[in-house]
């Protein structure tokens, strides 16, 4: 065992509501009545806690970004714990967010990382928080949970298994969650080990030490009390493990029993398996040991994530000069209409505004209105979470559409996007309403300069083809057949 104040990471467990039900959390999700939300006084105080602590300080849940305080929450760790990387941030277009992931911020090491850490499956939530997480985390663990992964049992106790307390004591001492992860802090104290705060949290348990100054730098010959619950956690031992989207949860009788004294929504759902130890055999599991992945690949974290990612709601909005004629709006229209559609017309001229109306495309007039208040029309009239796709009297081409399709674009940058070399010619500007930097409203004829330059994003569209032909890359490269099963990283879960 070691010491918190050894460790990489230190979770703050915000909530154990999420989006998954998988089998064999390490949070025990889908066993809770009413799931904890913590207050914001109690993560102003686990947060003021961790200073000095030189690892990462983690926000986990549960699914944290469903906590509907964690714009709160996350703005104060801004404010006061860690610093701003945004060299690691995603701002330009990206085809696979995984890639970015994986290669900006996935740095665990203590003094090469900006101390902030967010641990989530991805989900709509973190969509709309999409600008802030960029912005704040230097640090991502995530993991969407569409492909197969293996994770352990924690719900058999050793006692039951038949293990002596001679050999007990080595086992629990070389667990590889304690060894390798994360202490943590819930809404009920403090936790030498992640997995003992969340039995705390499901079983009703006596919660953890106080959230004072320096509480993770007891040692394990301080751990006291708190190694009850190795007595209750299997983490350590060779025991089932199964794939984490099957939802259901690997017991032993007294795991079984204890589940259904607290009403466990999973047990009364038939979601849990009675482990029988009388038909044990060590020799049929393997025991985790080190820092293993459960997933033969990275790139398998993301799945059906990066779709959640993807824009929605976007608003094709035509803005023509006052010479183009009738006929050329009128093709402008049609042609937009089949890639992306053509949904409201910003212009002078009365006989633009007369086409539109016969083609059921709304009008914007700017023939009185500033910069300014003709931004604040366009947001009244697409909606506060829209995506604009800025089309100067140009075509939305198919390259375009499906960039916009397949890709993850960061809803707080101002993205440029020009056409792809011998393709047909376009330049467009592509925005999300919800943009910090437009939350005082900004000029519709200069939006640019409302951005900060590193949120000035200039990007070529690819030919759909090409497009297409990386996408199938990634497909065979993470089509392999996963590892042989180990035991889920209880922190990236």
Not at 131 to 143: A, H
Request: aromatic share 8%; proline share 6%; charged share 20%.
């Amino acid at each position: 065992m070691r010491s918190p104040a050894d460790m990489k990471v230190i979770q703050i467990d915000i909530t154990n509501a999420c989006t998954k039900r998988c089998a064999n959390c390490t949070r025990f999700c889908g066993h809770h009545v009413k799931p904890f939300f913590m207050d914001f006084e109690t993560f102003e105080k686990a947060l003021d806690s961790l200073r000095g602590f030189k690892g990462i300080a983690g926000i986990m849940g549960g699914e944290p970004t469903i906590h509907p305080q964690f714009i709160k929450f996350v703005e104060h760790m801004r404010d006061n714990f860690g610093f701003d990387a945004p060299d690691l941030a995603s701002y330009a277009p990206t085809p696979a967010f995984i890639d970015h992931i994986s290669q900006h911020v996935t740095n665990y090491t203590r003094g090469q990382n900006n101390q902030r850490g967010l641990w989530t499956s991805i989900s709509s939530k973190y969509a709309d928080h999409f600008e802030l997480i960029q912005d704040v985390f230097g640090v991502q663990c995530v993991n969407d949970h569409s492909n197969p992964s293996t994770h352990t049992t924690l719900m058999v106790t050793r006692k039951e298994l038949g293990i002596p307390d001679d050999e007990w004591v080595t086992m629990r001492d070389n667990c590889w969650v304690q060894n390798n992860w994360s202490a943590a802090i819930t809404h009920k104290g403090a936790f030498f080990c992640e997995v003992a705060a969340a039995m705390d949290a499901t079983l009703d348990g006596p919660g953890g030490w106080p959230v004072e100054p320096g509480w993770w730098k007891r040692t394990p010959d301080q751990f006291g009390d708190q190694l009850n619950w190795c007595e209750m956690c299997s983490a350590c031992l060779p025991v089932p493990k199964r794939n984490a989207n099957d939802e259901t949860d690997d017991v032993s009788p007294i795991w079984a029993e204890k589940l259904r004294q607290i009403n466990s929504p999973k047990a009364r759902k038939g979601l849990i398996a009675e482990f029988d130890p009388l038909a044990y055999d060590p020799n049929d599991h393997t025991i985790t040991q080190g820092y293993q992945p459960y997933l033969d690949s990275n790139d398998k974290r993301m799945g059906v994530g990066q779709q959640i990612l993807a824009p929605k709601n976007v608003i094709a909005v035509l803005d023509v000069t006052d010479g183009l004629p009738v006929e050329g709006l009128r093709r402008l229209i049609v042609e937009n209409r089949k890639a992306l559609g053509a949904h409201v017309l910003l212009s002078k001229n009365p006989d633009h505004h007369a086409l539109a109306k016969e083609l059921a495309v709304t009008v914007i007039d700017c023939s009185r209105d500033s910069g300014s208040q003709l931004y604040a029309r366009l947001k009244e009239t697409v909606g506060p979470e829209a995506w604009v796709l800025m089309l100067h009297e140009h075509m939305a081409s198919v390259d375009l559409a499906e960039m916009i399709r397949r890709y993850v674009f960061n809803p707080g940058c101002f993205h440029t996007l020009y056409s792809a070399p011998n393709r047909p010619p376009f330049v467009v500007d592509f925005f999300n309403v919800r943009a910090s930097a437009l939350a005082e409203g900004g000029d519709l004829f200069n939006l640019k300069v409302t951005y900060s330059d590193r949120k000035r994003q200039l990007a070529e569209a690819p030919s759909v083809e090409a497009m297409i032909a990386a996408a199938q890359r990634r497909t065979r490269l993470t089509a392999a057949p996963t590892a042989a099963p180990t035991a889920a990283s209880a922190a990236a879960e």
